[in-house]
């Protein structure tokens, strides 16, 4: 149709063209004022024990809360924080507000934060995570870096070298998402990570769906055998939960338990119920 219209199409499509470029640019420019203002939030997403549901860390998730939107969702500004090279900032400052809240915790409490690949391409991550410890005092053994495959796939060698020394430090490297990029399985052996996640694409309809359930039993079969902890995402039913338990997963995280709440509420969380979640 393009080839037919010619010319006429491509008038017809300029002007909603011109809107989307605009409102990409207007939400960038309101994402680069929001984090110089600090106003976006860190929220705490309950990690659990699957057997005992005792709360045994927390994922820091960011949270937008844009003044004539509401709270935009990760999926939108991630994504373009990553196209624009904010994530860097943006990233750190997740961090560095997640390691300081952390604190306030119980010590067996653990942290998890997510890293973008262009943390690893832009600045020093080691000197960031660093530097992010010794500000906040929170003992490395209590923080865990998620990664996705995508940190992997470039400058591979040196990227590793920053796991590894990071991990020197005592904090642990998890990989996010697992099952859903090109080749888990290779970047397994790429580097040793202390944990694995598996995508809750896979938790979803986890149960009647039996090459779902061979999929989920082979990871586990393969954490175990790497000698890696696996954590379930997107626990959302009883059934969910169950089933996970009945394979050997030990620990998992999802609306079942709980969503991402703000500091505040964990601190309520952790007072009222020191060892036990929700669920
Ligand atoms: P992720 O690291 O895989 O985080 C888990 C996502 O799953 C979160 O989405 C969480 O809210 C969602 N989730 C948890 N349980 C359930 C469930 O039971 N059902 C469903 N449907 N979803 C569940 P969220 O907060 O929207 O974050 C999306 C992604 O944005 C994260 O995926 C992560 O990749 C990225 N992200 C969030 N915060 C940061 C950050 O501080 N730094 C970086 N680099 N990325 C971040
Ligand atoms: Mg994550
Ligand atoms: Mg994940
Ligand atoms: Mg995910």
Redesign the pocket.
């Known amino acids: 149709r393009a080839k037919a219209d010619g010319k006429s199409t491509f008038r017809f499509f300029e002007p909603e063209m011109d809107a989307q470029a605009q409102a990409r640019r207007q939400l960038e420019i309101d994402l680069r004022s929001a984090l110089a203002a600090e106003e976006l939030e860190?929220?705490y997403?309950p990690l659990v024990d699957l057997e005992t549901h005792d709360v045994v860390g927390f994922?820091?998730?960011?949270?937008w809360p844009h003044a004539s939107r509401g709270y935009i969702?990760?999926?939108e500004f991630?994504p373009l924080a990553e196209e624009t090279g904010l994530?860097t900032p943006?990233?750190n400052f997740?961090?560095r507000r997640?390691c300081a809240d952390a604190t306030e915790w119980p010590e067996h409490v653990k942290l998890a934060?997510?890293?973008?690949p262009m943390?690893f391409r832009v600045g020093n991550i080691f000197v960031t995570v660093s530097e992010a410890l010794r500000e906040s005092g929170l003992a490395p053994e209590r923080l865990d870096l998620?990664i996705?495959e995508s940190v992997l796939l470039d400058r591979t060698d040196q990227v590793i070298a920053h796991l590894h020394a990071l991990r020197a430090l005592g904090v642990r490297i998890s990989m996010?998402?697992f099952g859903t990029g090109y080749s888990s399985l290779s970047y397994l052996r790429a580097f040793p990570f202390d944990k694995i996640?598996i995508?809750?694409s896979f938790v979803?309809g986890l149960q009647g769906n039996p090459q779902t359930l061979a999929i989920v039993r082979a990871i586990l079969g393969l954490a175990e055998g790497l000698d890696m902890r696996v954590v379930a995402?997107?626990?959302?039913t009883q059934a969910d939960l169950a089933c996970l338990a009945a394979e050997g997963c030990k620990e998992g995280?999802?609306?079942?338990f709980s969503?991402?709440r703000p500091q505040g509420e964990v601190l309520k969380l952790l007072r009222e119920a020191p060892r036990r979640q929700v669920a």
């Open positions: 860190v929220h997403q994922e820091a998730l960011l949270r969702p990760p999926s991630i994530i943006l990233g997740a961090l997640a934060v997510n890293l973008s943390q998620e996705t996010d998402d996640k995508d809750r979803r995402e997107g626990i959302e995280q999802g609306f079942y969503e991402a």
